[in-house]
């Protein structure tokens, strides 16, 4: 069970660590500030509307503009409270990950006076504690232990698809809010491939790699570059009828099992997933108890894996 200090009073500890440089639990406190925030606004079921959750950080324009370089959205405070540009060539998806991420912005602003007033210097770090927040907001803690638990070891592709229809969130979201904030799946290594003009993109922000696999994804002799894999990706590109691949391979004189899915065809993206033939069953049971923490208030908080280093 996350925090129960009200919204205003977890908000005002947040503003007053990071003012100390107390960086210490500071993307728990902000997973706490986007649970508390949630119920607030009483979104209580998913996928979360994130509409609901605006009124309250005095959000009241959302603007879409045509796309400019990169350009994924901004917070621009006014008079009256903010308003939030967005990228109208994104999908929806996309947008909600960018309006949850502004967001989060607001909490380094005092909303009490208007126009409201920033509190805290603008710096790199605060687009990574935003970019935490806005995964905890769009996949509370509640919601992720009632879906992923069902499945005892990683689900297949197609289940990991139907997972981020759930909660509506990308692919990427859904990655980094199980196997990096949560630590769960690691029985496999997990990547997203983009092919774009007949060369492989590895999507590495979204790679999980399994805690037994001792290979590189990517690099000059990473898997992908594995003849095998290879030949399996260009299947499904040149293929369309063909959308799913269950396969197993040889890589470092060890035995392991692919499954991809062909997710998009424009520009053709791959969701794939690698076992490790050898390796013993790592059941989601085991992982949920080592992996959270008890805060000062003996509160059983989520664990995060995140080092000062990276806010410095």
Not at 142 to 148: A, H, M, S, T
Request: charged share 25%; aromatic share 8%; proline share 3%.
């Amino acid at each position: 069970m996350l925090s129960t200090i009200p919204l205003n009073s977890l908000i005002d500890e947040f503003i007053l660590k990071m003012r100390r440089g107390n960086k210490k639990h500071i993307k728990i406190l902000m997973c706490e500030i986007a649970d508390s925030l949630r119920k607030q606004a009483g979104q209580n079921r998913i996928p979360i509307n994130l509409n609901e959750i605006l009124e309250l950080r005095k959000v009241n324009d959302l603007i879409l503009e045509k796309s400019r370089f990169n350009f994924q959205g901004e917070l621009i405070p006014k008079r009256e409270g903010f308003s939030v540009i967005l990228n109208s060539e994104h999908n929806q998806t996309r947008k909600r990950t960018t309006l949850a991420h502004e967001i989060g912005h607001t909490l380094f602003f005092d909303i009490s006076v208007m126009p409201p007033k920033r509190m805290i210097t603008y710096s790199k770090s605060e687009e990574w504690l935003c970019y935490d927040f806005g995964r905890c907001l769009l996949m509370p803690s509640e919601f992720v232990k009632k879906y992923v638990s069902i499945y005892k070891q990683t689900p297949t592709p197609q289940k990991i698809i139907d997972l981020t229809n759930l909660f509506e969130v990308s692919k990427n979201v859904l990655l980094m809010r199980i196997t990096r904030d949560f630590q769960l799946w690691k029985d496999t290594t997990i990547f997203l491939v983009e092919v774009n003009k007949n060369k492989l993109k590895v999507n590495k922000q979204s790679s999980h790699k399994g805690t037994r696999h001792t290979f590189t994804i990517d690099g000059k002799n990473g898997l992908i570059h594995h003849e095998k894999i290879k030949s399996f990706i260009q299947l499904l590109q040149i293929n369309q009828k063909i959308q799913e691949i269950d396969e197993t391979f040889s890589f470092k004189n060890n035995s392991y099992r692919i499954e991809m899915f062909r997710y998009s065809s424009n520009p053709v993206s791959i969701l794939c997933i690698i076992r490790d033939l050898n390796d013993e069953s790592i059941y989601f049971e085991n992982e949920m108890t080592s992996n959270y923490i008890v805060n000062s208030n003996q509160e059983i908080v989520e664990k995060v894996q995140t080092t000062l280093e990276d806010y410095n």
